[in-house]
């Protein structure tokens, strides 16, 4: 088997890792992950869980536990490859700390700037939790997880919905990583 590489994913692999897990999304499901923000939520809240969550529950997760057929090995091969430099390098920045973590998020482009889109990443956080106890979580960390899951709700009501400001979508998104540092740590 091909060892896998430590090297950081660029911005091509990036796109290669979105567009195989679209391909390969489990269609029947809207249990499963479906786009690189979500997949980065994901595997942040996998490597930050109160408990280890090994490989074997979590990568059919991606899923829905229903494993998609591959093309080709190869194909297959090049996923798990891009799937675990993404998790390592995920590993890599939230353990240098709140400076060097930067989460894929979305972005669309308007007028004044791009505009952070929060959501699927947030989505995928909670599913990461959704694989293993956090009941126990300590006081002082719940409003961080609060926050994080407080965004797959927001759209419940699309009536009551005001998108925020680009700057108040900005200082979300600094939240979002303060919180997903600050969970981690506490468990490393």
Not at 52 to 61: D, G, N, R, V
Not at 160 to 186: G, M
Request: aromatic letters at 14%; one cysteine or more; glycine letters at 4%.
């Amino acid at each position: 088997m091909k060892e896998v590489s430590s090297k950081s994913l660029n911005d091509d692999e990036l796109a290669l890792l979105d567009n195989l897990l679209l391909e390969y999304a489990n269609e029947e499901s809207d249990e499963g992950i479906f786009t690189l923000s979500e997949l980065d939520g994901y595997l942040t809240a996998i490597i930050s869980s109160p408990m280890l969550i090994q490989p074997s529950t979590w990568i059919p997760a991606i899923w829905d536990n229903d494993l998609p057929e591959w093309e080709n090995e190869q194909e297959m091969a090049m996923f798990f490859d891009l799937l675990f430099r993404h998790y390592n390098s995920i590993i890599m920045m939230l353990q240098t700390g709140l400076e060097y973590y930067s989460p894929c998020f979305e972005y669309s482009n308007f007028t004044d700037g791009d505009y952070p889109i929060v959501d699927d990443w947030c989505f995928g956080y909670m599913r990461g939790v959704k694989l293993t106890d956090w009941q126990n979580l300590p006081t002082k960390l719940q409003p961080y997880l609060k926050l994080i899951e407080d965004q797959t709700h927001l759209h419940s009501s699309l009536d009551d919905y005001v998108s925020p400001s680009l700057q108040e979508q900005n200082e979300l998104a600094d939240r979002l990583i303060e919180a997903a540092v600050k969970i981690y740590r506490y468990f490393r």
